[in-house]
């Protein structure tokens, strides 16, 4: 190890590239200053934002689509607090994401300086861990701890917090003698992920499974986290066993196999979420049992005993009791289960599973997703726009949402044949998350197309970040499904408070959101009729070298089902109106 | 009603911690998130000076703990958790107290600190200032008889605990 001083702030930059970061999303400011000088000498890209929040969810996009941890820098103060929306997105969906934040210097916080604010404080709550950096030494350490608590064990955000003096070359403070750090210079003695499951759990776990005559394969996010879609794949047609997949882990199974039944939950398809109900055996897989799977909890999966897969032990029994509940990596541990699979005899040792097969094709048949399509002079269905985008592009295309009842459309009709290819906020379901989490992944996946799909309500919140997709050459394609309102809380207004619509129509009138993006640098096209749809997204498709926003026009009165209400169990599910006759 | 005495329905949590500045606001933010009072708190570090303990009582009558220790389990700083039985553990607590103690009272006060085998620390003509290291039940019940001959400033320090040696 040669001994070479350098300051804290060149030190930063130095293991951010050592530990392989290739872009980082930022907006400097005066505490963080230090640290933007020797950027300019870096090899890693920093793209500028027009919002902190706008770093914080690219930072999180290039996470999603490319299973590396993002990493977002910023000044401190109110650009701290700009980022704790993201970091409490990234906790809740367990997004790997390092956060470099801008300190005052170490001798004057707690001072009330311009721009303090207690950082590691506020973000305690919405990180996995924070660190407020004292010393220069211990810079290359802590970032070295900060990737890994980021990557390791159940994924998450992970902010830094860095003291102005400690990276200014002007401070006596700021010198440290530079060292790469590795594993061996790691001190975190109360952190030990555990990665392989229980041998004997995941034997009975086996058993359970080849007893089971109404099994399904509960599917979340964490499936995604361990990389595990291949071996999931297999133990499915190995054991030919129904799959369904939560929002956070749409494309963690393809939609087009016969064994997916697509998303559980609040808006999922029928047979998904009575499937579930009616299940025998619940196979929990990296999914963690949140309410808007459930619906009412003491009515959810009533006969089911239930496996639980998790690499959060504290996860496992949180909110269902379970029968068996192990610990560990997805990946390590379906990898254990096919074995242990094997082991106890081929699929026809299993329990008969034929009536359930027939049962559950027997829903599929009579309630698939259905909606009216539009009548000349009517506006546009959200629903069949999101069939054309689908239909117009590639599988592989990488499709992110906003918040709202867009979301839920795009989740149901697009079909997701490979794993991170959807791209959402689930847990926190920020508003606004589209715009800058598609230019997150687009910087990590250049090749790919990447199109956002957002809400008027949602575009309005982030839309700004265009800017920077067009100053940083950073080319995204946005689907803006303007249904003039907040359709998503007007839905829950019509159907569960009279009709009574409080403070959910945006506006007819404004903004005009073609001249909007069209002075934001994209190409933008208003799509009013349905014929115009298709040739509008194939024009968006055939232009590479700007953003380009589609404004569909669409039907403020559709509403998404089907829907189990809150607070009603999933057996209550309310299917699209015209199949409630089909409901016996 | 419930028979347990008030001491059972607190529950023992120590945990050893890394002695590094904000662990004590991580643990403590765990509890408050949930709405649980912690009922007492003591905190010093371990033979090992890298190391602390924490050990703390928390009124969580028919709430389950279980989640809470899983998610104190989760913190970074968290090194290990142990949830003690009061009835497989040994607690102790100690107590200082400054107790009214003029000429017609001072013969009778002296009497109970010697069956209570309680410390005299300091004392003028007025007060006594004593102190009692014992289980906190025990405590209270030094506390109940003192109180009669007027407690001038009384000040516990919260329990702490180790599992007992069988
Ligand atoms: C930051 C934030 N504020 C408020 C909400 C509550 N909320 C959920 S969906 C929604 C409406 C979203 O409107 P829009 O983007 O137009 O989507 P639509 O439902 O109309 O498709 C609101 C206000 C939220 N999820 N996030
Ligand atoms: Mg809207």
Redesign the pocket.
């Given at each position: 190890m040669s001994k070479q001083q350098i300051s804290g702030g060149e030190a930063l930059v130095k293991a951010l590239e050592h530990e392989g970061v290739d872009v980082m999303f930022g907006l400097p400011g005066g505490a963080i200053l230090p640290v933007y000088d020797p950027i300019i000498e870096s090899s890693i890209r920093h793209v500028l934002v027009r919002h902190e929040q706008g770093a914080g969810h690219m930072a999180e996009g290039y996470a999603h689509a490319t299973g590396r941890p993002g990493v977002a820098m910023v000044t401190s103060g109110p650009a701290a607090t700009n980022m704790v929306?993201p970091l409490c997105d990234a906790f809740l969906d367990s997004v790997p994401m390092v956060c470099i934040t801008g300190q005052v210097p170490y001798a004057a916080i707690g001072t009330d300086a311009f721009q303090e604010c207690d950082t590691t404080g506020i973000t305690m709550a919405v990180t996995k861990h924070n660190f407020l950096v004292s010393e220069a030494q211990d810079i290359p350490r802590i970032i070295h701890e900060a990737f890994h608590i980021a990557t390791t064990g159940r994924p998450g955000p992970v902010l830094v917090d860095i003291p102005k003096d400690i990276v200014d070359p002007s401070s006596p403070r700021a010198a440290m003698n530079w060292y790469q750090a590795s594993d061996a210079d790691m001190e975190l003695p109360g952190y030990n992920p555990v990665m392989e499951g229980d041998r004997e759990l995941i034997r009975q776990a086996a058993e359970m499974i080849r007893d089971a005559e109404r099994p399904v394969l509960y599917v979340g996010g964490g499936v995604l986290r361990a990389r595990a879609a291949e071996a999931l794949l297999e133990l499915a047609e190995m054991v030919q066993i129904p799959v369904v997949t939560t929002l956070m882990a749409r494309g963690a199974f393809p939609d087009r196999h016969d064994l997916c039944l697509g998303m559980p939950g609040m808006h999922g398809n029928y047979t998904a979420v009575t499937a579930i109900q009616q299940s025998d055996l619940l196979v929990s897989l990296g999914a963690r049992f949140d309410d808007r799977v459930t619906g009412k909890l003491d009515g959810f999966a009533p006969d089911a005993k239930i496996i639980h897969v998790d690499i959060d032990p504290a996860e496992l029994g949180k909110v269902r009791q379970v029968n068996v509940g192990i610990q560990g990596d997805c990946k390590l541990v379906i990898e254990s289960l096919i074995e242990a699979l094997r082991e106890l005899g081929g699929v026809e040792t299993h329990a008969d599973r034929q009536a359930w097969r027939s049962t559950v094709s027997g829903w599929q048949e009579r309630f698939p997703l259905v909606y009216q399509q539009s009548e000349p002079g009517e506006k546009l269905k959200?629903q069949f726009v999101i069939e054309q985008l689908r239909d117009n592009n590639p599988s592989d295309t990488i499709v992110c949402s906003?918040?709202?009842?867009?979301?839920?459309?795009t989740s149901q009709w697009w079909k997701f044949d490979h794993p991170y290819t959807f791209i959402n906020?689930g847990g926190?379901?920020?508003?606004?998350f589209s715009i800058p989490a598609a230019i997150g992944a687009k910087t990590g996946m250049p090749d790919r197309r990447v199109w956002a799909v957002?809400?008027?309500?949602?575009?309005?919140?982030t839309a700004q970040e265009l800017v920077t997709s067009t100053v940083e050459d950073i080319p995204i394609k946005v689907a803006l499904?303007?249904?003039?309102?907040?359709?998503?809380?007007?839905?829950w207004q019509e159907m569960f408070y009279d009709r009574r619509y409080s403070e959910?129509h945006?506006s007819d009138r404004v903004p005009d959101y073609v001249k909007w993006a069209e002075s934001m640098g994209c190409e933008a096209i208003r799509v009013e009729s349905p014929e115009e749809v298709e040739p509008a997204i194939v024009k968006a498709n055939e232009i590479n070298d700007r953003s380009v926003v589609v404004e569909f026009r669409?039907d403020?009165r559709e509403n998404v089902f089907p829907m189990v209400a809150s607070g009603k169990t999933n057996s209550e599910i309310q299917v699209d109106p015209s199949q409630e006759g089909l409901l016996r | 009603m419930n028979s347990a005495t008030p001491t059972q329905r607190w529950h023992t949590i120590v945990t050893t911690v890394e002695n590094k500045p904000g662990v004590l606001a991580r643990v403590a933010g765990l509890f408050s998130r949930r709405g649980y009072n912690i009922h007492s708190l003591a905190v010093a570090p371990t033979d090992d000076e890298r190391f602390s303990r924490i050990t703390f009582t928390v009124d969580v009558e028919g709430s389950p703990l279980d989640q809470v220790v899983k998610q104190l389990n989760k913190l970074i700083n968290v090194v290990e958790i142990r949830e003690l039985d009061p009835l497989d553990a040994v607690e102790r607590e100690l107590m200082l107290v400054t107790v009214c103690a003029d000429a017609g009272h001072r013969h009778d006060l002296l009497e109970l600190i010697d069956d209570w085998r309680a410390f005299v620390l300091s004392e003028n003509d007025s007060e006594i200032m004593l102190s009692l290291s014992a289980r906190p039940a025990r405590l209270d019940e030094f506390e109940a008889s003192l109180r009669p001959f007027g407690i001038a400033k009384l000040q516990r320090t919260g329990r702490v605990a180790l599992p007992s040696l069988d």
């Open positions: 929306t959200p906003g918040v709202g009842q867009h979301q839920m459309y906020s926190l379901g920020t508003m606004g957002d809400g008027d309500g949602c575009f309005q919140m499904l303007n249904n003039s309102y907040l359709g998503m809380v007007r839905q959910v945006l669409t403020a | -």
